[in-house]
C-alpha cells in the first residue's frame, strides 16, 4: 500500500507545485483567508492590485487592511462569502491605495475564505466613455436645428427615436410620433404623399440612401418644406432601421419661390426695357408691354392684361375680370396712362412680386414717354436754338478741344463780324486764334489753356478780313465728357466796338462832371468860408459895437434913475432899461447864430453847450446832455461846421420833435469828427425827409452841406421811436487856416 500511496503523493506535490506556479503568475489577484478573516496567502497580482506588499497583508485581519468598507456593501458581500456552503458573492469595487477599479469573486473554503481578484479599471473607463458620449449625443441631438430620427424598417415601421425639435417644427411631440406608426405618413402633404411613399420604398428595397424635399402639414395647419436624407442600417440586434434627419427648407423654398418670381418680374422688365430702346409708337408699346405681361405672370385664370398711353390702348382677352391689379403712368406727377391684370376668378391672396412687376412697367413705359417728350422738346428746343442763332447778330459757335482740335459749329454771323465764313472756320482750325490782334493773343491763348478759369467775359480785338481793328466780348461754356474732362467750348462773341467807344465817352463826361462837381465843391467851400467869415465879422461889430452901446445906453438910464428919482421918471426908465436888456439879450442871442466867440476861445463843445442854453431856456424845451468825448480840439473849418450843424439839428428838435431829452455826442472817430444828436421824440419817416420834403428841408441841407466836406450825414428815426442825426466830417489835427486862406 505505502508504495502505491509515494506515487500518488509526488503526483500531488507535483499538482500542488504546478498550482502555486499558475497562481503566482495569473494576471488575477487571489488570496485565502482563514474562519476569522486573517489573510493566509497572497499572491502578487493581488499585492499589485491593493497596493500593498505581502508583509503589510499576511497574518492581519481583512477588515484591519480594508478598514474603508466596514459599514458598506462591501462588508456585507465579504461576509455572506465566508458562510460555509454559500454560492458565495460577486462585486466590484474602488480600491484607493492603487486607484483601480477591481471585481471580486469570493468563495468559503473548508479552511475559510478565497477570492479571485480581475482589474477592471479599463472596462469602466470604457463605459464611461459610452455614457459620456451618449450624454453628449443627448446634447448634441437636442440642439442642432435639425431633426433627427430612426424607425423601424420591419413590421409596423414605428419609430425608435425622434429629437426633440420636432415639437418646435410641426407640433408633435415625441411621444406622439413613436406611439403611433403611421402619423409621419398621415402628416405628409397630399401633393406630396406619392412621391414620398415611392422614395421610401425604393431606398428600402434597394438600401440606398433616401433623399426627398417635401411638405409636412403641422398640428396648426401651417406647411412646412423638410429635406428628409435617410439611410438605411442594420441594428446590433440584427433589425433593419432607417436613420434619417429632417432639415426645415421653408425659408429656403419661400426664397427660391420669390427669387421665381423676380425672375419673371425682371424679364418682364427687361423686354420692355427693350422695347423702350426702340423707335415705336404708343400704340405698338401697348401691344407689346401686353403681351409680355401675359407671358411672365402664366396665371391660368387671368383674363385680361390692358396697357394705355394716352390716346392709345391695347387689351387682351374680352372677359370679365373679379379681381385685379393696376397701376398709373406718370409722367412729371400727371397721369398719362395705366397698366392692369385682371383675374377671372377672386383671388383669396396676390402674390407681392405681380403688383411690383405692374409697378415697375409703368415706371418703364412712364420713363419713355417722358424721354419721348424730352426729345421732341429737346428737338424743337434747337431747331429754336439754331433758328436764334443763325438770325442773331452776335458769332455763335462750338469748338471741339479733342485730338483733332475745330470748329464743329459756326453761325452765319460770322461773316458780317470777321468777314470770313463759317466754311473757311471749319476748313482752317486756327482760323479763330489767327484773327485775334496780336497783342490780345495771349489773351485768348490763356482761356483754351484752362478753360475752367474763363469764367468772367473776356474783351480782345479782331482784326477783320478787311484789316480793320473790332473790339469783341467771348463768353464761354466748357463742355466736359463723363470723366469731368473738358472736350468742348460752346461760346458767343458779341461786337462790342460802339459799346466800349460810348463806355469811353462817358468816362471822359464822367471825368469832366466829377472836375466840375470838385470845382462845385471848392466854390461851395469858399462860399461857406466867405459866409461864415461875414458872420464872425457881423458878430464882432455887435460884440464890440451894439452890445457895448447898448450896455452905455442901460449904464447912462441907471445914472438918471439916482439923478431923478421922481417916481413917474423912474417907471418909465424902467421900461426903458427892460427894453435894452431885451435888446441886449437879443443881440446876444443874434450873437450866439452868427459866431460865438466861445468858439474860438473854449472849443466847439462849450459854444454848442452854451448854445443849447440859450435856444432851451424855456420849461417846454427838452433836457439836453452834452458828451464831450473829444480828445482834440477839431481844426477852425471843421469847428465851425459841427456847431453849424449842431445849431440846426437843436432848430429840428424843438420846432420838430416833441422830445423831452436830447443827448449830444461829441468824439474823434476814422481820422475826423463825429456829432451824433439823438432824442426820444416823435420820429418821422427818414425817406420822405430825405426826399426833399419842404418841412424838413434843414436834414436835406445839412447832408449836403456834410458831403461839400467830404463827409456823411446819416439819419435813423421811424414814427414813435425818436430821431438819431449823426454827422462825420474827416478832419487833420493841424489848423487849416491857411489852407482855407490859399482856397480863397
Not at 420838430?656 to 436830447?662: E, L, T
Request: some cysteine; glycine content about 6%.
Amino acid at each position: 500500500m505505502s508504495e502505491e500511496r509515494e506515487p500518488a503523493e509526488e503526483k500531488l506535490h507535483a499538482d500542488r507545485e504546478r498550482l502555486a506556479v499558475i497562481v503566482e503568475n495569473m494576471p488575477a489577484g487571489f488570496a485565502t483567508a482563514d474562519r476569522d478573516g486573517r489573510i493566509t496567502f497572497v499572491n502578487p497580482a493581488a499585492t499589485r492590485l491593493w497596493g500593498r506588499t505581502v508583509e503589510e497583508v499576511i497574518g492581519r485581519s481583512i477588515w484591519d487592511v480594508f478598514p474603508e468598507i466596514l459599514g458598506t456593501d462591501i462588508e456585507k458581500h465579504v461576509t455572506a462569502a465566508m458562510v460555509p456552503d454559500s454560492p458565495g458573492a460577486t462585486f466590484e469595487t474602488f480600491n484607493w491605495p492603487s486607484m483601480r477599479w477591481v471585481e471580486v469573486q469570493g468563495f468559503p473554503t473548508t479552511e475559510g475564505y478565497c477570492a479571485f481578484f480581475m482589474d477592471v479599471t479599463e472596462r469602466h473607463l470604457a463605459e464611461l466613455d459610452r455614457e459620456i458620449a451618449a450624454a453628449k449625443f443627448q446634447t448634441l441631438v437636442s440642439q442642432i436645428p435639425a431633426i433627427t430620427y430612426v424607425r423601424d424598417l420591419e413590421g409596423t415601421g414605428s419609430t425608435r427615436f425622434v429629437s426633440p425639435q420636432v415639437k418646435a417644427l410641426i407640433g408633435y411631440t415625441q411621444d406622439e410620433l413613436q406611439s403611433n406608426a403611421t402619423l409621419w405618413l398621415d402628416i405628409v402633404h397630399p401633393d406630396d404623399l406619392e412621391q414620398a411613399k415611392a422614395a421610401n420604398d425604393l431606398s428600402t428595397a434597394t438600401s440606398e440612401q433616401l433623399d426627398i424635399e417635401l411638405r409636412l402639414i403641422a398640428r396648426d395647419g401651417r406647411v412646412v418644406w423638410v429635406h428628409n436624407r435617410a439611410t438605411p442600417v442594420m441594428s446590433m440586434d440584427g433589425h433593419r432601421l432607417m436613420r434619417g434627419v429632417l432639415v426645415d427648407i421653408t425659408d429656403r423654398k419661400r426664397l427660391e419661390a420669390e427669387l421665381e418670381e423676380r425672375m419673371k418680374e425682371l424679364a418682364c422688365l427687361f423686354s420692355v426695357e427693350q422695347d423702350v430702346r426702340l423707335d415705336l409708337q404708343p400704340q405698338e408699346m401697348c401691344e407689346l408691354t401686353a403681351a409680355h405681361l401675359v407671358s411672365a405672370v402664366q396665371f391660368p385664370d387671368i383674363a385680361v392684361a390692358e396697357v394705355s398711353l394716352g390716346d392709345s390702348s391695347f387689351s387682351t382677352g374680352g372677359g370679365t375680370h373679379c379681381c385685379r391689379l393696376e397701376s398709373t403712368v406718370l409722367v412729371g406727377g400727371r397721369a398719362r396712362g395705366r397698366v392692369l391684370i385682371g383675374y377671372a376668378e377672386d383671388r383669396e391672396f396676390l402674390l407681392p412680386y405681380e403688383q411690383n412687376l405692374i409697378d415697375g412697367v409703368a415706371d418703364s413705359l412712364g420713363l419713355w414717354l417722358e424721354h419721348r417728350e424730352t426729345e421732341r422738346t429737346l428737338q424743337e428746343s434747337e431747331s429754336r436754338f439754331r433758328l436764334l442763332a443763325e438770325s442773331a447778330r452776335d458769332l455763335v459757335y462750338s469748338y471741339r478741344l479733342g485730338p483733332n482740335p475745330g470748329f464743329e459749329y459756326v453761325s452765319p454771323s460770322a461773316t458780317a463780324m470777321t468777314g470770313y465764313t463759317p466754311e473757311e472756320h471749319y476748313s482752317d482750325p486756327e482760323l479763330g486764334l489767327k484773327i485775334v490782334h496780336p497783342d490780345d493773343r495771349k489773351t485768348l491763348e490763356s482761356m483754351f489753356d484752362s478753360p475752367d478759369a474763363a469764367m468772367e467775359p473776356l474783351v480782345v480785338r479782331w482784326v477783320r478780313k478787311d484789316g480793320t481793328v473790332l473790339w469783341t466780348e467771348i463768353q464761354v461754356v466748357p463742355i466736359r465728357d463723363e470723366a469731368g474732362t473738358v472736350v468742348a467750348l460752346h461760346g458767343i462773341s458779341r461786337d462790342v466796338t460802339e459799346r466800349l467807344r460810348a463806355e469811353e465817352e462817358l468816362h471822359a463826361a464822367y471825368e469832366a462832371l466829377r472836375q466840375s462837381n470838385e470845382q462845385r465843391r471848392l466854390l461851395m467851400k469858399r462860399l461857406v468860408t466867405a459866409y461864415e467869415d461875414e458872420r464872425k465879422n457881423i458878430a464882432n461889430d455887435i460884440h464890440e459895437d451894439s452890445i457895448q452901446v447898448m450896455t452905455a445906453v442901460g449904464v447912462r438910464l441907471a445914472i438918471l434913475r439916482h439923478a431923478w428919482p421922481n417916481e413917474e421918471n423912474t417907471e418909465e426908465l424902467d421900461r426903458m432899461d427892460e427894453t435894452v436888456q431885451k435888446a441886449i439879450t437879443r443881440l446876444r442871442h443874434l450873437l450866439f447864430e452868427l459866431r460865438p466867440s466861445t468858439l474860438d476861445r473854449a472849443g466847439l463843445a462849450t459854444a454848442i453847450g452854451q448854445y443849447a442854453d440859450i435856444v432851451m431856456e424855456d420849461e417846454a424845451s427838452p433836457i439836453v446832455t452834452l458828451n464831450d468825448r473829444l480828445t482834440r480840439e477839431p481844426s477852425p473849418s471843421t469847428r465851425i461846421l459841427l456847431y453849424r450843424m449842431a445849431q440846426d439839428a437843436l432848430a429840428n428838435v424843438r420846432k420838430h420833435s416833441r422830445a423831452k431829452r436830447v443827448e449830444i455826442t461829441l468824439e474823434a472817430k476814422d481820422d475826423g469828427m463825429l456829432l451824433r444828436v439823438k432824442d426820444d421824440g416823435v420820429g418821422f419817416d427818414p425817406e420822405t425827409v430825405l426826399a426833399g420834403v419842404s418841412e424838413h428841408f434843414g436834414i436835406v441841407s445839412m447832408r449836403e452841406r456834410a458831403e461839400i466836406a467830404g463827409g456823411r450825414c446819416d439819419v435813423a428815426s421811424a414814427p414813435g421811436e425818436g430821431t438819431t442825426i449823426s454827422f462825420w466830417v474827416p478832419d487833420s489835427p493841424q489848423p487849416d487856416s491857411s489852407q482855407d486862406e490859399d482856397e480863397r
